[in-house]
């Protein structure tokens, strides 16, 4: 069974600019979370997803944002990228949103911002 | 609020030692806790994962342990080899789709 598959691996945007992030969950996931991860503020929760539905969301601007296909896979957008928005992010899976639903992380997409 | 801790921030280990990672939460309402380790520039891979109503999940030499009332989690690991040199996180699920994890424990077993 393919993992959880996120592009690209990487990402070099202008202050500015804007980005769009995509996320594959594993076959049959239906939830699907987004991080973002800094050397300074460690893991933090973007939003979450289930069945096309965002159910959750994290303190972060309204520049950030994201959606829910169909078929389960994601996009998350930046909107006039900053300096700080430089960091890994990384997309994560679960089939449910139960106690026994680990979650199931993809390599991220590293976005650096100049 | 749900804040985790783990302590300590760094560990250094001879090869073959046991050695327990520590994880702590503030709020005891969890649907459950799972550890994950990272290594340099990757994503998180899932090592174990504890229901809320379990003590305990094991596999292979890990094990981890819940005690929810207290709001801590450990880690073991036996027999540590270089392999294991990573940064370990838990993250704790408090409501439906949301996690909040440690900020992490960078392990090096040296040989």
């Known amino acids: 069974k393919a993992g959880v598959t996120q592009t690209p691996r990487y990402l070099i945007k202008t202050r500015g600019q804007q980005v769009t992030l995509s996320c594959s969950p594993i076959?049959?996931?239906?939830?699907v979370s987004w991080y973002q991860q800094t050397p300074g503020q460690g893991l933090q929760f973007l939003f979450e997803y289930f069945s096309e539905t965002q159910r959750n969301k994290g303190n972060f601007p309204g520049r950030f944002s994201g959606r829910q296909f169909s078929n389960s896979r994601s996009e998350m957008n930046v909107s006039t990228l900053e300096l700080g928005d430089s960091a890994l992010y990384l997309c994560?899976?679960?089939?449910?949103?139960?106690?026994?639903?680990?979650?199931?992380f993809g390599n991220g997409t590293r976005l650096t911002v100049t | 609020k749900q804040e985790v801790t783990q302590i300590p921030a760094a560990l250094s280990v001879p090869e073959g030692e046991n050695l327990v990672l520590n994880c702590s939460f503030t709020d005891s309402a969890i649907y459950n806790l799972q550890w994950f380790r990272q290594d340099p520039g990757k994503g998180l891979t899932s090592l174990l994962l504890?229901?809320?109503?379990?003590r305990e999940q094991t596999s292979g030499r890990l094990n981890a342990s819940l005690d929810k009332s207290s709001g801590r989690s450990t880690l073991y690991i036996a027999a540590s080899q270089p392999g294991d040199s990573a940064t370990y996180l838990c993250a704790v699920r408090t409501n439906a789709g949301k996690s909040t994890f440690g900020d992490g424990t960078t392990l090096t077993v040296k040989p």
């Open positions: 504890i229901q809320s109503s379990q």
């Open positions: 994560a899976s679960s089939s449910g949103t139960g106690g026994n639903s680990p979650l199931h």
């Open positions: 076959s049959g996931h239906r939830s």
